[in-house]
Each structure stands twice: as C-alpha cells, then as structure tokens.
C-alpha cells in the first residue's frame, strides 16, 4: 500500500471529515498539543539544566531525574498522540511540508536517544557524579529537543 492511499484514505473518511470541518476541534487538539510541548519542554529544560549546573544544585539527580522523567514522557505521549490528530486532517500537506519531514526525523532520534543513551547515561551518572558527561549529556539533549521544536515552528513558515 502506497502512501497516497493512506492519504487518499484520510481524506474519504466520516470521522476525519467531520475532525478536518469542525470549528473547534483542531484548536483543542492544538491545545493539548501545545500543552505536551509544554510539559516535555519544561521537563527538558529542569533535568538538562540541572546536569549542566545551572540551577537545583543542592537536589540530588536521582530526585529530580524520577520526578521530571514522569512528566516528560507524560508530556511527549501527549504531543505525539494529539500531533497525530492535527496531522490526520490534511497528511498530504503535511507529508510535502519538508520542515515536518525534518521534525519527525529529529523526533525520532531524539525520542530514540532519550529512552536509550540519556536515560542509561544519567542512571549510572546518579551514582558517579561525572560533572563532565553531564554538561555535554545536557548539551545534547536541549539542542536535539529544541531542534524538534524549531521545526516544528518551521512547519508554518518555511514550508
């Protein structure tokens, strides 16, 4: 099965039509969109923060890192599934958009090296304090989120 049929079949059905024609629908999802971002983001920014030194010094990692982890992954099933639905209306567009294709790559690799090398990296780092490995771990997450996030942003303007 080709890609124009998986959007060819977005496009005929009901339930999207009545998701793509509705005045308040894709605002809310936006919303709770927005609100994922939010939560990912700020989750993100407290941990890798914190890594790199700035701030909350005086809280050991492994509290903050069990607190925040939650809210971040909390955060990223929000905007991944409500994403979905803002992207299901119109998939052809989005597909074509190249700042969408670069966002879904970095959210791929992104995701993949959060749940994998980050998480792994600052379990150990708990109990070895290697203040080194925590600026550039903190470094690299921020830079690779917020490089989902500008893309994002890209989807509107750059096409």
Known sequence: MNLNRLW???YDSRTVDILRN???AIPIIQGVHLLGIALLLGSVV???F???GIGLSGIKLEVIAKQVW???TTGLIMAVVSGFFVFLPDPARYAANTSFVVKMCLLLVTT???YTIYRRIVKAEV???AEHRHVVLGIVSLFLW???GWAGRAIAFLG
């Open 8 to 10: 060819q079949m977005s």
């Open 22 to 24: 509705s005045k308040h």
């Open 46 to 48: 407290i941990l890798n």
């Open 50 to 52: 914190r890594l790199i």
């Open 70 to 72: 939650t809210w971040g």
């Open 112 to 114: 993949l090296f959060q």
């Open 127 to 129: 109990a070895t304090h």
């Open 146 to 148: 917020f490089g989902v």
